[in-house]
C-alpha cells in the first residue's frame, strides 16, 4: 500500500511545486527584461534631450557644433562603458551622431517596429521576451520632439549576455529551492505515509497472528488517524468475541469428549458382559464391540484436538534429524509386523519447535503412511533444511489420492471414500496441523510417484519471537 500511496503523494506534491515554479521563473525574466528596458528608456530620453538642442539650432554656428559634439563624446562613452549601441537618426534615417561610428538604424523586424513607433511620437513598447537560451539583443527607440513634432529618433541596441545570466542565476536560485522544497515535501510524505499505514501495519500483523493460531494478539490503539484507530479498536472488539466463541466451542468439544467417555465405557462394558451370554463367534456383537470401540477413539482424537488447539506451544531449539529418529525406530516394529520397510534419511537438523507437539504431528503421519502401504512397500522419513525452514518428508508408496481427494486431506473428519473400512476417525492430521500451527509450522500434502502420498512438515529454523 505503501509503494502505491507514496508515489501519489510526491506526484501531487510535484505537481504544486510546479504550478508555483514556473510562473515564478516567468515572473523573474519578465522583471530582469523590464529592468533593462527602462534603464533603456531613460537612457534613451537623456539622448533625446540632448539632441533637440542640437537639432534646434543651426548646425553652422559655434553653439550647435558644441552640442553636437557633446552628444557624439556621450554616445561614445556610453558605448565604450556599456557595449550598447547608440545613435539618434533623422526622420529619414540618416545619423545625426552615432557609436559607432557608421551605426545606421538595425534594418531587422526588432529595429524596424522600434524606430516606426517612435517617429509616431511613441516609446517603444516592451520587446519580447529574451529567454536564457536565446541570443536576441533589446533594441529600443524614443522620439526627439521640438514644438510638438518628431525630428529625430534615439535607437539603442543593447547585448543581451548580461540579462540572461541575471535570469539564469535567478532560475537557478528556484530549481535549488525546489529541490530543498521536494525533499521536504518527500520526507513529509514519508513521515505521512508511516503515520497512515503504521496501524494498518499493525492490524495486519494482528490479523496474521490470529490466523495462525495466536488468539491472543491485539492492537494498540495509539497513533495514526482517528478513523484507524476506530478501526484498531473495533478489531479488538471483534477479536475478543472471536476467542470466546472459540473457546467455548473447544470447552464443549472438551467437556463432551470427556462427559461421553464415561457413558461409552460403561455401554462398552456392558456390551462385554452381554458378548458373554450369547454363542461365541456372534457377528452382530462384534460388530457392535467394533462400533463401540470406533466411538470411543473419535472421542479420545476430540478431546485430544480440542487440547492441542488450547494449549500453546513450548518453543525451543530443537535437534529435527534426532526427533525423527526415535520417532522411527519406535514405530519400526509396527512395521516390521506388517511387512513394511520403514527407512530414514536423517540429516543434523535443527529447527525452533514443541518437541513433544512436533513428535505427535510425526506418529500421526507415519500412522497414516504405515496404515495405508502394502506389505513389501517402503516408507521413508527424510529430514532436510528447506530456506528458513527445516521439514521432515514422509513418503509412501501406498494407494495415494485424487487431486480432489488431495484438496480436501487435512479437514475434519474426512476419510476417503475408498479408505472407510480402515481403522481411523479422520482427525489424527487436523491434529497434527494444529500442533504444527501453534508453532508457525505447517503440513503439506503432495502425490509421490509413481504411486503413493508424500507429505511433509515444516518447522522454523529461527525463533518465531525473535
Do not use: C
Not at 151 to 173: E, F, K, Q, Y
Not at 255 to 260: R, T, V
Not at 328 to 345: S, Y
Not at 381 to 405: N, Q, R, W
Amino acid at each position: 500500500m505503501r509503494t502505491r500511496l507514496l508515489p501519489l503523494l510526491i506526484f501531487l506534491l510535484a505537481l504544486v511545486l510546479m504550478a508555483l515554479g514556473f510562473p515564478l521563473a516567468i515572473s523573474v525574466a519578465s522583471a530582469q527584461q523590464q529592468k533593462v528596458v527602462v534603464d533603456r528608456i531613460d537612457d534613451t530620453a537623456r539622448f533625446a534631450a540632448l539632441a533637440q538642442f542640437v537639432s534646434a539650432a543651426d548646425g553652422k554656428d559655434t553653439s550647435s557644433r558644441e552640442r553636437l559634439a557633446t552628444l557624439e563624446e556621450e554616445l561614445a562613452r556610453y558605448h565604450e562603458l556599456y557595449g550598447i549601441r547608440a545613435g539618434v537618426f533623422f526622420r529619414n534615417g540618416v545619423a545625426m551622431a552615432s557609436a559607432p561610428r557608421g551605426w545606421a538604424v538595425p534594418d531587422d523586424s526588432k529595429g524596424g517596429e522600434a524606430f516606426q513607433e517612435a517617429l509616431a511620437g511613441r516609446r517603444s513598447h516592451d520587446p519580447p521576451q529574451v529567454w536564457p537560451w536565446q541570443r536576441g539583443r533589446l533594441v529600443v527607440a524614443s522620439p526627439v520632439v521640438r514644438e510638438g513634432d518628431v525630428i529625430a529618433v534615439v535607437v539603442t541596441d543593447s547585448p543581451t549576455g548580461h540579462m540572461r545570466s541575471a535570469v539564469l542565476r535567478g532560475w537557478l536560485l528556484i530549481a535549488a529551492g525546489e529541490v530543498a522544497a521536494m525533499l521536504l515535501a518527500v520526507g513529509a510524505a514519508f513521515r505521512l505515509t508511516s503515520w497512515v499505514l503504521r496501524p494498518v501495519r499493525v492490524l495486519d500483523a494482528a490479523t496474521h497472528d490470529i490466523a495462525t493460531g495466536r488468539m491472543k494478539s491485539r492492537v494498540a490503539v495509539a497513533g495514526g488517524p482517528p478513523e484507524l484507530r476506530r478501526l484498531a479498536r473495533s478489531f479488538n472488539e471483534m477479536a475478543d468475541n472471536v476467542e470466546d466463541v472459540l473457546e467455548q466451542q473447544r470447552a464443549f468439544v472438551a467437556d463432551a469428549s470427556h462427559q461421553l467417555r464415561n457413558p461409552l465405557s460403561a455401554l462398552l462394558l456392558r456390551i462385554e458382559l452381554l458378548a458373554l451370554e450369547l454363542p461365541e463367534g456372534n457377528e452382530e456383537i462384534a460388530s457392535v464391540r467394533a462400533e463401540g470401540k470406533r466411538l470411543a477413539q473419535v472421542l479420545d482424537d476430540l478431546l485430544g484436538l480440542a487440547l492441542a488447539e488450547h494449549t500453546e506451544a513450548d518453543l525451543r531449539l530443537t535437534d529435527i534429524g534426532a526427533l525423527a529418529g526415535e520417532r522411527v525406530e519406535a514405530w519400526r516394529p509396527l512395521a516390521e509386523d506388517k511387512g513394511v520397510r520403514l527407512t530414514e534419511k536423517r540429516a543434523a537438523v535443527t529447527a525452533w519447535a514443541d518437541p513433544v507437539a512436533l513428535s505427535s504431528a510425526l506418529d500421526a503421519v507415519i500412522d497414516n503412511a504405515l496404515k495405508f502401504t502394502p506389505e513389501g512397500e517402503e516408507v521413508t522419513v527424510a529430514v532436510a533444511a528447506e530456506g528458513d525452514y527445516s521439514k521432515i518428508t514422509v513418503t509412501d508408496h501406498g494407494p495415494g489420492l485424487t487431486d480432489d481427494e488431495l484438496s480436501r486431506i487435512g479437514d475434519r473428519f474426512w476419510r476417503s471414500g475408498r479408505h472407510q473400512n480402515v481403522k481411523g476417525s479422520g482427525l489424527g492430521l487436523s491434529i497434527s496441523r494444529t500442533l504444527l500451527a501453534a508453532g508457525e509450522g505447517t503440513i503439506t500434502y503432495a502425490h509421490h510417484a509413481p504411486h503413493g502420498l508424500r507429505v511433509t512438515l515444516r518447522v522454523p529454523r529461527t525463533s518465531p519471537t525473535g
